[in-house]
């Protein structure tokens, strides 16, 4: 019998009943005969209209043809990296947000019906949207063996990388802007570098590599100039002959319909609008989902495709690709992406100046949408949808349609188009329907003014606090008279809440420039705006205030010609225009290579992205994949735990619990002669905080892991309230034993004795690391133990971590890594949960397991920087004068404090400042947070926070400029610390001096008060900040060995450092040439190993780079005294002859040193010094801010390599930037679960968030006597000078309550996030007039 298909050419499988069609290649006169794809049936039917059950696209040139053989669930990305075609695409946080899985994508544009490059994310786009696309990956551009791409180059030759984790999207990232716009302006490539998150670089020298190919580059000593276009489209053509044809793979198969059956799901990609019709009428009744873009689970996870049967790709639907403007306004297909919209209203001209601000209020709120890679795919209509199943999403579409009244067209599954409006759409039914179109009304000729508003926590790719739009038809004529019912509309207040009716209707047929009208409609607004705690983590105070400034800002601008010239500047928001930065230093020829700023050495290999991660390491024959099964409450037992259901799925080998600890081992990863108290492994009973390791799935798939570990059903017992607070532990009393505290002369004496005495607190928060690569651990079990692939800043504590635990002898575990994609202290000890849970599972399977840790799991399992709350109390003279300083200060060590003990703040709490008397007093809190922990500048950050608080404290008290007052308490030379080091060198006096004239301090603290007496809702403000950073030598052992091959004389190193990103490799490979003369490119560095570098601690402390430099020195020198002998026998004797000589006389040409320093004084060996100063404007009525300007100027000693160096700093004081300013944490009061642990809620600093005009300068003429070959620390100390940021947007914020004289002290804490700013600003509805 043959079944007959219906009109699309499906049929159901009689025995399944799948849908589909099988391969074409089985049609035959009409009649199909062929297997079920399903389950497998062998059956027949008739069919006229064939469709496709696969596909093809060009990955790098060459084609690819996709099937069934992966679920329409699995991405690019994966597919990527399963297939083994590109590693160098990375991947993080699975949901749009970082950037870093970036690909070029050659697409058919919409408008222009050509193909053209968008970068787009790997992560989101399922391999089934590819169909027809060219993909370019990072292998595609070039490598260091055939070639290596322009962009490529340049970004190695600019320093542009540290851990390189981000370098490959970076670059990509440019390649598709170039592609498209070949001689771009300086501000769109910073416009357009919005994609891709880099915690390490700081940004600036990444912008300045990509603009160095804009047509107005400056040299700057580095390569600069537009790219050829034939050298833009890869070296890899060249290679394979597989040169682009420009132009997408336009088959007749890619007329016809693709319908993909898995065992999962089905995939449809439609061609017509009837095609369309027919799916929905078939499957409207089943889990079916419509899919453009797809990244909208980025955002919301319960629209990821996994939830659904049957999806239906409408990219195949041409009809709805249309941009039609005629007299009565445009129409805009339902297909066009939000960058399609963007450059629609980008080209649009008028002559009209209330069009042109309408069009360029459009473009500005557009371009502050998501990033450029997630508006090359998504949809405006995709965006609507998502308000329509989630009313609480902030959607800034929205806002933007409702504001201009767009009318959204709407078919059923019959195919019968109807119009709605916006709210209409909203309560609608739209099961089987889907939007075809959005009409938006001509305001050519009109008097309406329209402006729609976004307020962000950060500058770029960051969801809006409140956005708003308003339209009005106005006659300016009659006072701004507003003729017809205005348009009031907001997202961000609550889930119901779109317009301000009754504000809309106060203001009907009344002046908007009188200020008796003003105030009654902003009291109007006050009083219906009620925003709820449901549609936001910010608090309802600011919304509805930021809500209330909105409309003043937009009644600001409509009225501009009477509002008071100093109100003016309210109205606009802060324009950025396009940064800069500048670096200073000096070098050393005669020492050269040493002290030579040269790029990094493996940086063109983490440019072309062959740098392999662990995350990269192909896998073994038997390897398996595991996952964390995490406690989702902070404080309680469990009752019950059954993983049956996971179990069962197909491919889930294993669960894990605390009872798998093998026979001999212990539930303890802190190595016991570190800890404080133990931590276990997995979860015996008692819960502590949310995100607590319970069990591992293992599994043979990793995607089969993580659905499994979602199945394990828990259930908890005794449930108690969390302490998820300092001021919480306080009240509690939950605390772990503190250190000693340190006191020093009579505090309590001086500070009564004092003319002044000031107490006060502040608080700083916590920071997750955002290192680009997660957690990871691969284990491979060998005949006596395990070797260990470990994602860890300390091989040592990892090896002893899993020793204990498996109960084996540590010399039986071999630890090893090569480079880490990020770490910033969180892989110091926070690894070893990682590694010990990996290896029960590798032991007890006895097969390699791998465990990374997914993003959403990393933040909320692992610990992050330790926060603090400082009380203190200050006794002083009138003059500013410290007598004596009294500081309680409480850490929030979360559940364990066992890496508290590092952190010495009371080597740090007195930064650069003398005073004779101090006590100082540590608590350690305990809370139900996960293991807090180091983080780069762990206590020394907080430290500086803290005494640059109260030195702005007591100077605001004294009424005294605050530099003069940190100028007259500075240490000057043979003073003593607090901790008991004497500053034998001590420059911090001249530097200051240097940094006052270099800065134009003075010059720029006179035009600062001329701009804000002249602007009343614009404040600028401006901090300098001395800085003492002692750097600790003492117990940094580290074991290296450099060995020397006889047969070429090439040179190997194994260090026990780990390369983080920091550049160590580069540095040693610098000294080695340095002491043994011989070329940099002979000398390689290996990874490193327990068994080459045992007994090496931790890499940290910003000392590693230079120690590890010590411990090459003495191997050089032990290298050199054993050949000199030899040596003196030969006549110049090239280096390859020395070295064949000396092995042929039995001469040991490997050496090995161990580093074993002590400090010169107590907390200290030396100390850096450095100076900044940070320039800040504010938007009063929004809170939101830029750092105009930051100057630093930094001793580092000899610097071995300055381009390094100035990257360390750079990257150090971006991130201090994101730690004072931008990022924080925000747990469940009841259950203790971090709310913040995705990518749309956590912000760490992006490229417009450094400062505008970024000055690095290198103290010149320095050496460091008490340094490896004279240079200084560099990696941390900048982070500390970023609280000169905080503080420079603290004296804007003085100079706004100034206006109305509410000048007094207050305290800033950290981290002083854009709604903290605007509510310290303590701006009233009433303050908000024309200011006449
Ligand atoms: C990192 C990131 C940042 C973001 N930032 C912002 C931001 O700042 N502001 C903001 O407003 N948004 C933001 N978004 C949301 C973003 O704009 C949307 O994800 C995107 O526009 C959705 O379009 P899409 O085509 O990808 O939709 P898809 O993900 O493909 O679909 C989303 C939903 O819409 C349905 N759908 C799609 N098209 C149609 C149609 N024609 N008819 C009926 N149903 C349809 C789908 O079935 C699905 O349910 C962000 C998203 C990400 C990932
Ligand atoms: S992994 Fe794709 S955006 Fe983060
Ligand atoms: S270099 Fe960008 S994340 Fe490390």
Same mark, same amino acid.
């Given at each position: 019998?043959?079944?007959?298909?219906?009109?699309?050419?499906?049929?159901?499988?009689?025995?399944?009943?799948?849908?589909?069609?099988?391969?074409?290649?089985?049609?035959?006169?009409?009649?199909?005969?062929?297997?079920?794809?399903?389950?497998?049936?062998?059956?027949?039917?008739?069919?006229?209209?064939?469709?496709?059950?696969?596909?093809?696209?060009?990955?790098?040139?060459?084609?690819?043809?996709?099937?069934?053989?992966?679920?329409?669930?699995?991405?690019?990305?994966?597919?990527?990296?399963?297939?083994?075609?590109?590693?160098?695409?990375?991947?993080?946080?699975?949901?749009?947000?970082?950037? /870093?899985?970036?690909?070029?994508?050659?697409?058919?544009?919409?408008?222009?019906?050509?193909?053209?490059?968008?970068?787009? $994310?790997?992560?989101?786009?399922?391999?089934?949207?590819?169909?027809?696309?060219?993909?370019?990956?990072?292998?595609?551009?070039?490598?260091?063996?055939?070639?290596?791409?322009?962009?490529?180059?340049?970004?190695?030759?600019?320093?542009?990388?540290?851990?390189?984790?981000?370098?490959?999207?970076?670059?990509?990232?440019?390649?598709?802007?170039?592609?498209?716009?070949?001689?771009?302006?300086?501000?769109?490539?910073?416009?357009?570098?919005?994609?891709?998150?880099?915690?390490?670089?700081?940004?600036?020298?990444?912008?300045?590599?990509?603009?160095?190919?804009?047509?107005?580059?400056?040299?700057?000593?580095?390569?600069?100039?537009?790219?050829?276009?034939?050298?833009?489209?890869?070296?890899?053509?060249?290679?394979?002959?597989?040169?682009?044809?420009?132009?997408? !793979?336009?088959?007749?198969?890619?007329?016809?319909?693709?319908?993909?059956?898995?065992?999962?799901?089905?995939?449809?990609?439609?061609?017509?609008?009837? =095609?369309?019709?027919?799916?929905?009428?078939?499957?409207?009744?089943?889990?079916?989902?419509?899919?453009?873009?797809?990244?909208?689970?980025?955002?919301?996870?319960?629209?990821?495709?996994?939830?659904?049967?049957?999806?239906?790709?409408?990219?195949?639907?041409?009809?709805?690709?249309?941009?039609?403007?005629?007299? !009565?306004?445009?129409?805009?297909?339902?297909?066009?992406?939000?960058?399609?919209?963007?450059?629609?209203?980008?080209?649009?001209?008028?002559?009209?100046?209330?069009?042109?601000?309408?069009?360029?209020?459009?473009?500005?709120?557009?371009?502050?949408?998501?990033?450029?890679?997630?508006?090359?795919?998504?949809?405006?209509?995709?965006?609507?949808?998502?308000?329509?199943?989630?009313?609480?999403?902030?959607?800034?579409?929205?806002?933007?349609?409702?504001?201009?009244?767009?009318?959204?067209?709407?078919?059923?599954?019959?195919?019968?188009?109807?119009?709605?409006?916006?709210?209409?759409?909203?309560?609608?039914?739209?099961?089987?329907?889907?939007?075809?179109?959005?009409?938006?009304?001509?305001?050519?000729?009109?008097?309406?003014?329209?402006?729609?508003?976004?307020?962000?926590?950060?500058?770029?790719?960051?969801?809006?606090?409140?956005?708003?739009?308003?339209?009005?038809?106005?006659?300016?004529?009659?006072?701004?008279?507003?003729?017809?019912?205005?348009?009031?509309?907001?997202?961000?207040?609550?889930?119901?809440?779109?317009?301000?009716?009754?504000? =809309?209707?106060?203001?009907?047929?009344?002046?908007?420039?009188?200020?008796?009208?003003?105030?009654?409609?902003?009291?109007?607004?006050?009083?219906?705006?009620?925003?709820?705690?449901?549609?936001?983590?910010?608090?309802?105070?600011?919304?509805?205030?930021?809500?209330?400034?909105?409309?003043?800002?937009?009644?600001?601008?409509?009225?501009?010609?009477?509002?008071?010239?100093?109100?003016?500047?309210?109205?606009?928001?802060?324009?950025?225009? /396009?940064?800069?930065?500048?670096?200073?230093?000096?070098?050393?020829?005669?020492?050269?290579?040493?002290?030579?700023?040269?790029?990094?050495?493996?940086?063109?290999?983490?440019?072309?992205?062959?740098?392999?991660?662990? +995350?990269?390491?192909?896998?073994?024959?038997?390897?398996?994949?595991?996952?964390?099964?995490?406690?989702?409450?902070?404080?309680?037992?469990?009752? !019950?735990?059954?993983?049956?259901?996971?179990?069962?799925?197909?491919?889930?080998?294993?669960?894990?619990? !605390?009872?798998?600890?093998?026979?001999?081992?212990?539930?303890?990863?802190?190595?016991?002669?570190?800890?404080?108290?133990?931590?276990?492994?997995?979860?015996?009973?008692?819960?502590?905080?949310?995100?607590?390791?319970?069990?591992?799935?293992?599994?043979?798939?990793?995607?089969?892991?993580?659905?499994?570990?979602?199945?394990?059903?828990?259930?908890?017992?005794?449930?108690?309230?969390?302490?998820?607070?300092?001021?919480?532990?306080?009240?509690?009393?939950?605390?772990?034993?503190?250190?000693?505290?340190?006191?020093?002369?009579?505090?309590?004496?001086?500070?009564?004795?004092?003319?002044?005495?000031?107490?006060?607190?502040?608080?700083?928060?916590?920071?997750?690391?955002?290192?680009?690569?997660?957690?990871?651990?691969?284990?491979?079990?060998?005949?006596?133990?395990?070797?260990?692939?470990?994602?860890?800043?300390?091989?040592?504590?990892?090896?002893?971590?899993?020793?204990?635990?498996?109960?084996?002898?540590?010399?039986?575990?071999?630890?090893?890594?090569?480079?880490?994609?990020?770490?910033?202290?969180?892989?110091?000890?926070?690894?070893?949960?990682?590694?010990?849970?990996?290896?029960?599972?590798?032991?007890?399977?006895?097969?390699?397991?791998?465990?990374?840790?997914?993003?959403?799991?990393?933040?909320?399992?692992?610990?992050?920087?330790?926060?603090?709350?400082?009380?203190?109390?200050?006794?002083?003279?009138?003059?500013?004068?410290?007598?004596?300083?009294?500081?309680?200060?409480?850490?929030?060590?979360?559940?364990?404090?066992?890496?508290?003990?590092?952190?010495?703040?009371?080597?740090?709490?007195?930064?650069?400042?003398?005073?004779?008397?101090?006590?100082?007093?540590?608590?350690?809190?305990?809370?139900?947070?996960?293991?807090?922990?180091?983080?780069?500048?762990?206590?020394?950050?907080?430290?500086?926070?803290?005494?640059?608080?109260?030195?702005?404290?007591?100077?605001?008290?004294?009424?005294?400029?605050?530099?003069?007052?940190?100028?007259?308490?500075?240490?000057?030379?043979?003073?003593?610390?607090?901790?008991?080091?004497?500053?034998?060198?001590?420059?911090?006096?001249?530097?200051?001096?240097?940094?006052?004239?270099?800065?134009?301090?003075?010059?720029?603290?006179?035009?600062?008060?001329?701009?804000?007496?002249?602007?009343?809702?614009?404040?600028?403000?401006?901090?300098?900040?001395?800085?003492?950073?002692?750097?600790?030598?003492?117990?940094?052992?580290?074991?290296?060995?450099?060995?020397?091959?006889?047969?070429? &004389?090439?040179?190997?190193?194994?260090?026990?450092?780990?390369?983080?990103?920091?550049?160590?490799?580069?540095?040693?490979?610098?000294?080695?040439?340095?002491?043994?003369?011989?070329?940099?490119?002979?000398?390689?560095?290996?990874?490193?190993?327990?068994? +080459?570098?045992?007994?090496?601690?931790?890499?940290?402390?910003?000392?590693?780079?230079?120690?590890?430099?010590?411990?090459?020195?003495?191997?050089?020198?032990?290298?050199?005294?054993?050949?000199?002998?030899?040596?003196?026998?030969?006549?110049?004797?090239?280096?390859?002859?020395?070295?064949?000589?000396?092995?042929?006389?039995?001469?040991?040409?490997?050496?090995?040193?161990?580093?074993?320093?002590?400090?010169? +004084?107590?907390?200290?060996?030396?100390?850096?010094?450095?100076?900044?100063?940070?320039?800040? =404007?504010?938007?009063?009525?929004?809170?939101?801010?830029?750092?105009?300007?930051?100057?630093?100027?930094?001793?580092?000693?000899?610097?071995? $390599?300055?381009?390094?160096?100035?990257?360390?700093?750079?990257?150090?004081?971006?991130?201090?930037?994101?730690?004072?300013?931008?990022?924080?944490?925000?747990?469940?009061?009841?259950?203790?679960?971090?709310?913040?642990?995705?990518?749309?809620?956590?912000?760490?600093?992006?490229?417009?968030?450094?400062?505008?005009?970024?000055?690095?300068?290198?103290?010149?003429?320095?050496?460091?006597?008490?340094?490896?070959?004279?240079?200084?620390?560099?990696?941390?100390?900048?982070?500390?000078?970023?609280?000169?940021?905080?503080?420079?947007?603290?004296?804007?914020?003085?100079?706004?309550?100034?206006?109305?004289?509410?000048?007094?002290?207050?305290?800033?804490?950290?981290?002083?996030?854009?709604?903290?700013?605007? &509510?310290?600003?303590?701006?009233?509805?009433?303050?908000?007039?024309?200011?006449?």
């Amino acid at each position: 019998m043959s079944l007959k298909a219906n009109d699309l050419g499906f049929v159901n499988c009689p025995v399944c009943r799948a849908r589909h069609i099988p391969a074409p290649s089985n049609l035959s006169n009409g009649v199909y005969a062929a297997d079920c794809l399903n389950c497998g049936h062998f059956f027949k039917f008739r069919t006229t209209q064939p469709v496709r059950s696969s596909f093809s696209f060009k990955i790098n040139g060459q084609d690819v043809t996709v099937g069934n053989e992966f679920e329409p669930t699995t991405s690019l990305n994966e597919f990527l990296r399963k297939k083994g075609i590109s590693y160098g695409t990375k991947k993080m946080c699975i949901e749009g947000g970082c950037g /870093v899985c970036v690909v070029s994508a050659k697409i058919v544009d919409a408008l222009t019906l050509q193909p053209r490059h968008y970068t787009v $994310n790997s992560c989101i786009v399922p391999v089934y949207m590819c169909d027809g696309w060219e993909i370019t990956t990072i292998e595609g551009l070039g490598n260091t063996r055939d070639g290596i791409h322009p962009i490529q180059q340049r970004l190695a030759d600019y320093n542009g990388t540290q851990c390189g984790f981000c370098s490959p999207a970076q670059v990509m990232n440019m390649y598709s802007l170039l592609q498209t716009n070949p001689k771009p302006s300086k501000e769109e490539v910073e416009d357009m570098l919005n994609v891709s998150v880099c915690r390490c670089t700081g940004f600036r020298s990444i912008l300045d590599a990509m603009k160095s190919f804009t047509p107005d580059s400056c040299s700057n000593g580095l390569p600069t100039g537009l790219i050829d276009i034939e050298e833009l489209d890869g070296k890899i053509c060249k290679k394979t002959g597989e040169k682009c044809q420009g132009k997408c !793979s336009t088959t007749n198969e890619a007329n016809k319909m693709l319908q993909i059956v898995t065992a999962g799901a089905q995939w449809f990609k439609p061609t017509t609008k009837q =095609e369309l019709y027919s799916l929905l009428a078939q499957y409207k009744t089943q889990k079916y989902r419509l899919v453009f873009g797809n990244s909208a689970y980025g955002v919301y996870k319960d629209l990821g495709d996994w939830n659904y049967d049957v999806i239906i790709d409408l990219r195949g639907v041409q009809e709805y690709y249309s941009l039609i403007t005629g007299s !009565s306004g445009t129409t805009i297909g339902s297909n066009m992406t939000l960058t399609n919209l963007l450059e629609y209203f980008t080209s649009q001209q008028t002559s009209d100046p209330a069009l042109k601000q309408f069009y360029d209020s459009i473009c500005q709120h557009l371009d502050l949408v998501a990033t450029t890679s997630v508006r090359n795919l998504g949809t405006w209509a995709g965006n609507l949808m998502m308000k329509y199943y989630h009313p609480e999403f902030v959607s800034d579409i929205y806002v933007i349609f409702e504001a201009i009244n767009a009318q959204l067209v709407i078919a059923d599954e019959t195919g019968k188009e109807s119009s709605y409006s916006i709210s209409e759409f909203l309560a609608l039914d739209m099961t089987g329907k889907v939007i075809v179109m959005a009409k938006i009304p001509s305001f050519n000729g009109t008097s309406n003014i329209i402006r729609t508003i976004k307020t962000m926590p950060r500058h770029q790719n960051a969801h809006t606090y409140v956005s708003a739009g308003f339209n009005m038809n106005i006659d300016a004529g009659q006072n701004y008279k507003v003729l017809t019912k205005p348009t009031i509309v907001y997202v961000g207040i609550n889930k119901t809440f779109t317009h301000a009716s009754q504000t =809309e209707d106060y203001l009907v047929g009344k002046s908007l420039g009188d200020s008796t009208v003003l105030n009654g409609a902003l009291q109007t607004l006050a009083k219906e705006l009620i925003p709820d705690a449901e549609t936001s983590l910010t608090p309802a105070s600011y919304r509805k205030s930021v809500a209330i400034s909105l409309f003043y800002k937009y009644v600001l601008g409509v009225c501009d010609s009477i509002v008071n010239k100093k109100y003016q500047s309210g109205s606009a928001g802060l324009t950025r225009p /396009v940064s800069s930065g500048q670096q200073t230093f000096d070098s050393l020829p005669a020492e050269f290579p040493v002290s030579k700023a040269i790029p990094k050495v493996d940086g063109t290999l983490q440019t072309t992205g062959e740098a392999e991660y662990i +995350s990269d390491t192909p896998p073994q024959p038997n390897e398996v994949y595991a996952a964390y099964v995490i406690s989702s409450v902070a404080n309680a037992e469990i009752d !019950s735990m059954d993983a049956s259901l996971a179990l069962s799925m197909p491919g889930v080998l294993k669960f894990l619990t !605390s009872k798998d600890i093998p026979q001999g081992g212990v539930n303890n990863c802190y190595p016991e002669r570190l800890l404080v108290i133990e931590e276990e492994v997995f979860c015996s009973g008692k819960v502590i905080y949310a995100g607590q390791p319970l069990g591992l799935i293992v599994a043979e798939d990793q995607m089969q892991a993580n659905i499994a570990a979602g199945l394990v059903q828990v259930t908890y017992k005794n449930m108690k309230t969390p302490i998820l607070s300092i001021d919480g532990a306080i009240r509690a009393k939950s605390f772990f034993k503190p250190p000693d505290p340190l006191n020093v002369g009579d505090p309590d004496g001086a500070i009564a004795k004092s003319d002044q005495k000031i107490n006060g607190q502040v608080y700083c928060g916590d920071q997750y690391h955002y290192q680009m690569e997660t957690q990871i651990s691969i284990c491979y079990p060998t005949e006596d133990g395990m070797n260990i692939l470990a994602g860890t800043q300390w091989i040592d504590g990892v090896q002893q971590s899993v020793g204990q635990v498996l109960g084996i002898p540590d010399s039986s575990i071999v630890v090893e890594v090569k480079r880490l994609g990020g770490a910033f202290g969180s892989k110091i000890s926070r690894n070893f949960p990682i590694s010990s849970a990996c290896a029960v599972a590798a032991h007890i399977l006895r097969r390699p397991v791998r465990l990374q840790l997914d993003f959403h799991t990393n933040m909320k399992m692992i610990g992050k920087r330790v926060p603090y709350l400082a009380r203190y109390e200050v006794g002083c003279t009138n003059d500013g004068k410290l007598n004596g300083i009294k500081i309680d200060y409480y850490a929030d060590c979360g559940t364990t404090p066992n890496d508290m003990s590092n952190f010495a703040m009371e080597g740090w709490l007195d930064n650069a400042y003398y005073c004779a008397n101090w006590n100082m007093t540590p608590y350690n809190c305990r809370t139900n947070k996960p293991p807090n922990t180091a983080a780069r500048s762990p206590g020394s950050a907080p430290a500086m926070f803290i005494i640059e608080t109260i030195m702005e404290h007591v100077a605001k008290t004294l009424k005294q400029d605050p530099l003069e007052l940190r100028r007259v308490n500075l240490y000057q030379k043979g003073q003593k610390t607090p901790g008991g080091t004497t500053l034998t060198y001590c420059n911090i006096q001249p530097m200051v001096t240097q940094l006052e004239s270099s800065a134009d301090i003075a010059t720029r603290k006179q035009q600062i008060e001329t701009f804000n007496s002249a602007n009343r809702w614009k404040k600028r403000g401006m901090s300098v900040m001395p800085l003492r950073f002692g750097i600790g030598w003492a117990g940094a052992q580290y074991n290296t060995l450099v060995t020397i091959c006889n047969g070429d &004389g090439t040179i190997a190193i194994f260090h026990g450092g780990v390369n983080v990103g920091q550049g160590i490799n580069t540095k040693v490979i610098q000294v080695c040439a340095y002491e043994l003369g011989v070329p940099m490119d002979i000398i390689r560095v290996k990874k490193t190993s327990s068994v +080459s570098n045992s007994n090496s601690i931790t890499t940290g402390g910003s000392i590693t780079s230079e120690l590890i430099c010590m411990t090459v020195i003495e191997c050089c020198k032990a290298l050199n005294a054993r050949m000199a002998p030899v040596k003196a026998k030969m006549k110049n004797p090239k280096w390859k002859d020395l070295v064949a000589k000396c092995y042929g006389e039995g001469v040991d040409i490997t050496a090995r040193y161990m580093s074993e320093p002590k400090d010169s +004084s107590p907390f200290a060996h030396y100390s850096v010094y450095g100076v900044c100063a940070s320039e800040a =404007e504010l938007d009063v009525l929004t809170g939101e801010y830029q750092i105009l300007r930051t100057d630093i100027l930094y001793d580092c000693g000899i610097s071995m $390599n300055p381009a390094l160096d100035i990257g360390q700093a750079e990257g150090g004081f971006v991130m201090g930037l994101g730690y004072f300013l931008l990022e924080r944490t925000i747990y469940d009061p009841k259950t203790g679960v971090n709310l913040t642990s995705n990518t749309w809620e956590y912000h760490p600093p992006m490229y417009k968030d450094i400062p505008i005009d970024f000055r690095i300068n290198f103290l010149k003429n320095v050496s460091n006597p008490l340094g490896v070959l004279g240079s200084k620390a560099v990696g941390e100390p900048p982070f500390c000078m970023a609280v000169t940021g905080l503080l420079a947007v603290k004296h804007a914020i003085e100079a706004a309550r100034k206006e109305i004289n509410k000048d007094m002290y207050f305290t800033l804490n950290a981290p002083a996030t854009v709604n903290v700013i605007q &509510g310290n600003c303590l701006t009233d509805v009433t303050d908000l007039t024309f200011g006449n």
